[in-house]
């Protein structure tokens, strides 16, 4: 798996949602919605999900295995990092 491009929106208001990112792998699939949370141990990602009729969310995309997780999780906070010194939407 190759992430070809990353786009991170910074949200404006204050909370833990910090940020919302898309990302291309391959250059043919495209992940939008991916939130950047502020917790109690940093920053993480969470991938996109939906409210089942139960009250729960459940993920509609996420990755198999925790090395992709860190992976994905490493590269999407890096330029979020960078996006924040930017001062811009990348």
Known sequence: MNV???RIR?????GKLKAVASIT?????VIHDIKVIEGDRGLFIAMPSRKAQDGTYKDIA?????????EL????LNN????LKEGVAL
């Open 62 to 70: 996420h990755p198999i295995n925790s090395d992709t997780r860190t």
């Open 80 to 83: 979020y990092e960078k996006a």
């Open 4 to 6: 070809t491009d990353v």
């Open 73 to 76: 999780q490493d590269l999407i």
């Open 10 to 14: 910074i949200m404006e208001k204050e």
């Open 25 to 29: 792998i391959d250059d043919c699939l």
